[in-house]
C-alpha cells in the first residue's frame, strides 16, 4: 500500500484515454452489467486501487478528503461506519498509523457484510442500526473517537427521492452515535446525496461543530448524486433540538 499522498489517477487517465476497453454484451449479461464492466475496466482509479494494494477505488475518496480537510493524523482513534470492503479502513490506518508498533492509534470498523480483516484495526461485522451497536463500537475502541467516518448507504431504489431519504435516515442514526462519543474538537463526516444535507439535520450539525462543509471529491464519480457532509470541530455539548 502506498503512503503517497494523492492519487496518481488523473495521470493515469489521462494517458489512457485513447486505450480504453470496450466490452462486448454478452449473451445474458444485461445492458447496464456490460455498462458497469466497461466504466470499472476504464476507470483510472480502481487501476490505481489495483496497483496500490486498496480494496476498492472508494480508498481514494477518503485520501482527497484527508487531503483537503486534513482530519488524520498519527495517534487519533477512528471509527468507520459502512466499511466493507475496507478501503477507506486501509487508508485510516496507513494515516494515523495504527499498524505500528506501540502506535497510540486506534480504528474499529463495522458493516452489515463479511469483510476480511485489516491489519491495524479492528473488523467488525453487525447492523449498526442495531440497537447494541454504538456500545459494542464505543467498547471495542476503548473511549472516545477523534473522528466518525460515515461511507454507509442504503440500496438504491432508482427513485432519487426515496434514495435521498435513506441515505439522510442513516446520516442521523451516525450522527446520533458520534455526538455521544466525539471527544472535543471532533470530526463527523458522512455519505449523503446532492442536495445536500436535509435543513434539520444540517441546524443540528452547525449547532454541534464549529464548522460544516459539503465537498465532493475527485474520485467520486462524476455522474454519481453522492457528496459528503465534514463537520469539524466538535464542541462535546451535543445539543439535538433548537
Sequence with gaps: MSGKKGSGAKAAGAGSRSMAVRVKTAKGRKLSSTRWLQRQLNDPYVAQAKSQGYRSRAAFKLK???????????????????????????????????DRPGGAGAVVGMDILEWDPVPGATVLVGDFTDPASPETLRRVLGGQANVVLSDMAAPTTGHPPTDHLRIIGLVEVALEFALTVLSPGG????KVFQGGTEKALLDVLKRNFATVRHAKPPASRSESAETYVVAMGFKDRPQTTS
Excluded at 498519527?74 to 479502513?89: E, F, N, Q, S, Y
Excluded at 470530526?187 to 458522512?190: E, Q, R
Design 187 to 190: 470530526v463527523f463526516i458522512a
Design 64 to 98: 482527497e478528503l484527508d487531503d483537503r480537510f486534513h482530519f488524520l493524523r498519527p495517534g487519533l482513534k477512528v471509527v468507520d461506519l459502512g466499511a466493507a470492503p475496507g478501503g477507506w479502513t486501509q487508508v485510516v490506518v496507513e494515516r494515523i498509523k495504527s
